[in-house]
């Protein structure tokens, strides 16, 4: 049995037994519906990406990408040290020169930092206590002005929906909203795809106004099965101001009604990172945050205004990088995010 917290995605969905992936070679593809994840966070899902190769050890697994000899491992909150360090021999015996591993938080740098990794802190995840959450009080004012502007003045309303009844308008508006921004390509191993050809486990939520879909966000689970995650989330470029801000009000709200206890709006990158955490590379990404350059490539503080408005708990997410953490980790990790391309 694999350990608590990692799954894959038959297990998830109650399908048949997967084909085990014992056996076969360290570095071989699988489907996604045969990869074991971590449920520990929610971007474990990130492991269900096309293209990824697999390592296992011992129950866990390793998914990860390849740039030349770069290798980029996602979806590893809550895998173990002596994994991630198989993990690491693995590829430096196919020749890597750098091994990244995305994301980490708090509890995960030990098992990192023991496994051969250095780490650091590239930026901030908002994320809910839906046990709690609440749009009363004099700080969601705000956010209460755009709902009301969303309700009464155009009348959006939230719905959840089934894959094959809004992929069709669903995957049009996604294009749409690629098209408008400023950075078309999507962060390919920070957010993940719609998934409409294997939506596997995510729920698909949609703003509308008059029946026409204006935005929609796709939620996965995570936190062992105690809470989601917010992965894509797609407005289209003419929908009315509010249609966001409703519709991941409407979430929050489903899923507490449903006993969930924790929604994970997403990472902010580079949000809160500065020259004391790296002497050089801090206030690089301070800049690449804080500047016009850097928001051309990615609305960072953009995002993170939006993120704000919901009132969150704000946690560190860290890179792991091996040999070490430089300039040229940060560039190469950018670079596989999608941010120069």
């Not at 709200?253 to 206890?261: C, K």
């Not at 206030?283 to 205004?305: A, Y």
Request: aromatic share 8%; hydrophobic share 40%.
């Amino acid at each position: 049995m694999p350990p608590a917290g990692l799954r894959t995605l038959r297990n998830v969905l109650g399908l048949p037994a997967a084909v085990r992936a014992r056996g076969r070679p360290r570095g071989a593809r699988l489907a996604p519906e045969d990869r074991q994840i971590s449920t520990t966070h929610p971007t474990g899902y990130l492991a269900l990406e096309p293209g990824l190769f697999s390592h296992h050890h011992e129950g866990d697994h390793v998914h990860y990408a390849l740039s030349g000899r770069t290798a980029f491992a996602v979806g590893v909150s809550g895998i173990g040290s002596q994994t991630l360090s198989g993990f690491l021999r693995s590829r430096r015996r196919q020749g890597a020169n750098r091994v990244l591993l995305f994301p980490l938080f708090g509890a995960d740098r030990g098992a990192a930092v023991e496994a051969g990794f250095e780490t650091i802190r590239v930026g901030q995840e908002a994320s809910l206590d839906l046990r709690t959450f609440s749009t009363a009080g004099a700080p969601m004012a705000d956010l209460r002005q755009m709902l009301n502007r969303a309700e009464t003045r155009y009348g959006i309303h939230v719905c959840e929906e089934e894959v094959e009844a809004i992929v069709p308008e669903a995957s049009l508006l996604h294009a749409r909203w690629l098209q408008s921004r400023a950075q078309s390509k999507t962060m390919g191993l920070l957010v993940g795809s719609p998934g409409f050809s294997r939506p596997g486990a995510r729920r698909y939520f949609a703003s509308r106004v008059h029946n026409k879909l204006v935005a929609f966000v796709t939620v996965v689970p995570g936190y062992c099965g105690r809470g989601a995650g917010i992965d894509v989330l797609a407005r289209d470029p003419e929908a009315p101001a509010g249609a966001m801000e409703r519709l991941l009000v409407g979430v929050a709200q489903q899923l507490a009604g449903e006993g969930l206890e924790r929604l994970s709006l997403g990472c902010v990158p580079l949000r809160g990172v500065g020259a004391n955490d790296h002497p050089l590379l801090g206030r690089i990404m301070k800049q690449l945050h804080d500047g016009r350059f850097g928001n051309l490539l990615f609305p960072f503080r953009g995002l993170g205004h939006f993120k704000a408005k919901f009132q969150p708990d704000w946690c560190s997410v860290y890179l792991g990088a091996w040999p070490q953490v430089d300039v040229l980790t940060l560039y190469d990790g950018c670079s596989l995010w999608g941010l120069f391309r």
